[in-house]
């Protein structure tokens, strides 16, 4: 009692009683709403035990989330409740649950959560860029005018098919100056999937040897590593450290780097700005930042255009490029499935002619391999971070507005109640018993609903080229003496092959 009563007794001495009831009032209505919540909150998803302070992040490896998330469904069930330090998470898994949620309840879990590590950098409000915009107008409007944009810049027509079947001869060129030594395939095919996105948004490509280029990619690689594991958690979790000094000051400096070099860029477009002539992606943004200029609402100003552009690039290189890289490495490890794909392309495109989209009909195995690639590189296993855009209700679990949700992508590519072989590389989960291609409603690597990948088409088509034209030209294989490469992914935002060393023969 006497311990108890010293706080008391200076609490007294400091505030008057009006201050005093005032506390008490307050603590009354707060411990009210709390209990009034829990009331209402009978249905919430079970969970791992929470911690003060750091909730219940001990229970996850953040190097890889997915692995964790698989387990804890085992204990907890397909809807499992998770808190980052006082951030409520629900995290959705297995293929019936994710298409639940991503398909039928889609408008209900279309928001993003703050970030509030980014919102140091500026991305946030009618500035957050495409990735990380908050479900509204804002989003709406960059959304429809991207995808727009990019069709009529090629995406999904023939300009833009022939740009990529062009950077698939000089992606086929630099393997081949490799003269059959054994070299790391990473970089090259880096470059290659990023001056696709480049001739879209800057309006041109770059030689692989430009230092300007070199860098970005670089520094974009940095960004991504950077970005993955506790410490980015952390940071959004309690945004007051970013005021201390120490090595997290590093995080952003990166992505700040990163904006220097495309206002540069949209600059350079600004000068010579012609609204009759609009080149690319950059171009088409500076027109409709003139013809909403007025409107209070709108999204279209300089600052998101950079974060856009940036959204674009890192969202559009590591991805199609680490897809690449792991189909390569299934090449190697499964000659036989190599064998098949050569002999198909002999048959149907030659070895003269170059691959164009129109084969892929006629090559159910290729698709095939290209689909199986996928699902087991599972490039982005925990997808991108979803908010409840309004309380709603997923499978009879309730989740409340403002409860982030995650969805584990990687629980439905590998989800053992709907694939045959679920951790094996089987081409055959995509092609039926005469051989032909067949889609699989848990094919899910570019998410669903409205948050769906924005250059799903895009991908699809560099994937079918890029991958077509290098196994037309050459045999993969394991360079001599060297250990058979390991499957086991490395985390870094996506998942990706160890580095590995490749022999490109010449067939
Ligand atoms: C194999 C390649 C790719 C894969 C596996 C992939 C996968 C994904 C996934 C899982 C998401 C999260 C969807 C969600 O929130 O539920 C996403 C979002 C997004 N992707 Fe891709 N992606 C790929 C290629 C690309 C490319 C080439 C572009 C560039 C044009 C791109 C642009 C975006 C953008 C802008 C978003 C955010 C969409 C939004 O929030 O509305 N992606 N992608």
Same mark, same amino acid.
């Given at each position: 009692?006497?311990?108890?009563?010293?706080?008391?007794?200076?609490?007294?001495?400091? +505030?008057?009683?009006?201050?005093?009831?005032?506390?008490?009032?307050?603590?009354?209505?707060?411990?009210?709403?709390?209990?009034?919540?829990?009331? *209402?909150? #009978?249905?919430?998803?079970?969970?791992? =035990?929470?911690?003060?302070?750091?909730?219940?992040?001990?229970?996850? @490896?953040?190097?890889?989330?997915?692995?964790?998330?698989?387990?804890?469904? %085992? %204990?907890?069930?397909?809807?499992?409740?998770?808190?980052? +330090?006082?951030?409520?998470?629900?995290?959705?898994?297995?293929?019936?649950?994710?298409?639940?949620?991503?398909?039928? %309840?889609?408008? @209900?879990?279309?928001?993003? /959560?703050?970030?509030?590590?980014?919102?140091?950098?500026?991305? +946030?409000?009618?500035?957050?860029?495409?990735?990380?915009?908050? $479900?509204?107008?804002?989003?709406?409007?960059?959304?429809?005018?991207? &995808?727009?944009?990019?069709?009529?810049?090629?995406?999904?027509?023939?300009?833009?098919?022939?740009?990529?079947?062009?950077?698939?001869?000089?992606?086929?060129?630099?393997?081949? =100056?490799?003269?059959?030594?054994?070299?790391?395939?990473?970089?090259?095919?880096?470059?290659?999937?990023?001056?696709?996105? +480049?001739?879209?948004?800057?309006?041109?490509?770059?030689? $692989? #040897?430009?230092?300007?280029?070199?860098?970005?990619?670089?520094?974009?690689?940095?960004?991504?590593?950077?970005?993955?594991?506790?410490?980015?958690?952390?940071?959004?979790?309690?945004?007051?450290?970013?005021?201390?000094?120490?090595?997290?000051?590093?995080? &952003?400096?990166?992505?700040?780097?990163?904006?220097?070099?495309?206002?540069?860029?949209?600059?350079?477009?600004?000068?010579?700005? @012609?609204?009759?002539?609009?080149?690319?992606?950059?171009?088409?943004?500076?027109?409709?930042?003139?013809? #909403?200029?007025?409107?209070?609402?709108?999204?279209?100003?300089?600052?998101?255009?950079?974060?856009?552009? =940036?959204?674009?690039?890192?969202?559009?290189?590591?991805?199609?490029?680490?897809?690449?890289?792991?189909?390569?490495?299934?090449?190697?490890?499964?000659?036989?499935?190599?064998?098949?794909?050569?002999?198909?392309?002999?048959?149907?495109?030659?070895?003269?002619?170059?691959?164009?989209?129109?084969?892929?009909?006629?090559?159910?195995?290729?698709?095939?391999?290209?689909?199986?690639?996928?699902?087991?590189?599972?490039?982005?296993?925990?997808?991108?971070?979803?908010?409840?855009?309004?309380? *709603?209700?997923?499978?009879?679990?309730?989740?409340?507005?403002?409860?982030?949700?995650? *969805?584990?992508?990687?629980?439905?590519?590998?989800?053992?109640?709907?694939?045959?072989?679920?951790?094996?590389?089987?081409?055959?989960?995509?092609?039926?018993?005469?051989?032909?291609?067949?889609?699989?409603?848990?094919?899910?690597?570019?998410?669903?609903?409205?948050?769906?990948?924005?250059?799903?088409?895009?991908?699809?088509?560099?994937?079918?080229?890029?991958? *077509? #034209?290098?196994?037309?030209?050459?045999?993969? &294989?394991?360079?001599?003496?060297? /250990?058979?490469?390991?499957?086991?992914?490395?985390?870094?935002?996506? =998942?990706?092959?160890?580095?590995?060393?490749?022999?490109?023969?010449?067939?």
């Amino acid at each position: 009692m006497e311990l108890l009563s010293v706080p008391w007794s200076l609490l007294s001495s400091c +505030c008057n009683n009006v201050t005093l009831l005032g506390i008490f009032l307050t603590a009354f209505v707060l411990l009210f709403d709390f209990m009034k919540r829990r009331k *209402t909150w #009978t249905r919430y998803p079970p969970g791992p =035990s929470s911690i003060p302070f750091l909730g219940s992040m001990l229970h996850v @490896d953040f190097q890889q989330p997915h692995v964790s998330f698989t387990q804890l469904s %085992k %204990k907890f069930g397909n809807i499992f409740s998770f808190q980052i +330090c006082w951030r409520n998470l629900v995290v959705l898994n297995g293929f019936e649950v994710i298409k639940e949620a991503l398909i039928n %309840k889609s408008e @209900d879990i279309a928001d993003r /959560p703050r970030l509030p590590l980014y919102e140091h950098l500026g991305i +946030c409000g009618k500035s957050a860029g495409m990735i990380l915009a908050r $479900y509204g107008r804002a989003w709406k409007d960059l959304r429809k005018f991207s &995808l727009s944009t990019l069709r009529n810049f090629g995406m999904g027509k023939k300009s833009l098919e022939e740009r990529i079947i062009e950077e698939a001869g000089f992606l086929s060129s630099a393997f081949e =100056s490799e003269e059959s030594r054994p070299f790391d395939p990473h970089f090259i095919i880096n470059n290659a999937v990023s001056n696709v996105i +480049c001739s879209i948004t800057f309006g041109d490509r770059f030689e $692989y #040897t430009d230092e300007k280029f070199q860098k970005l990619l670089h520094l974009f690689e940095e960004s991504m590593k950077l970005a993955t594991g506790f410490l980015p958690q952390m940071l959004n979790a309690v945004p007051s450290m970013m005021y201390l000094p120490g090595p997290h000051q590093k995080i &952003l400096q990166i992505p700040k780097q990163i904006i220097r070099i495309l206002k540069e860029i949209v600059d350079e477009h600004k000068k010579i700005w @012609d609204p009759a002539n609009k080149k690319d992606f950059i171009d088409a943004f500076l027109g409709e930042i003139e013809k #909403t200029k007025g409107d209070q609402e709108t999204t279209f100003n300089e600052l998101n255009l950079l974060f856009t552009t =940036s959204d674009l690039f890192s969202a559009g290189t590591e991805t199609t490029s680490t897809t690449l890289r792991w189909a390569l490495l299934f090449m190697l490890l499964h000659p036989d499935i190599q064998s098949k794909v050569h002999e198909e392309i002999d048959q149907m495109i030659g070895r003269e002619r170059k691959p164009v989209l129109g084969d892929q009909v006629n090559m159910p195995f290729t698709n095939a391999v290209i689909h199986e690639s996928q699902r087991c590189g599972d490039i982005v296993p925990i997808g991108l971070p979803h908010m409840a855009y309004r309380d *709603t209700e997923i499978l009879g679990f309730f989740i409340p507005k403002g409860t982030v949700v995650v *969805t584990n992508l990687s629980s439905v590519l590998k989800d053992e109640t709907y694939w045959e072989k679920p951790h094996q590389f089987y081409p055959e989960h995509f092609l039926n018993a005469e051989g032909q291609f067949v889609k699989r409603e848990a094919f899910l690597p570019f998410s669903a609903g409205r948050r769906v990948c924005l250059g799903e088409q895009l991908a699809r088509m560099e994937l079918f080229i890029f991958f *077509t #034209t290098l196994m037309q030209r050459f045999t993969f &294989l394991i360079p001599e003496n060297q /250990p058979k490469p390991q499957l086991d992914p490395c985390f870094a935002v996506t =998942s990706s092959p160890h580095p590995y060393q490749i022999c490109a023969k010449l067939r």
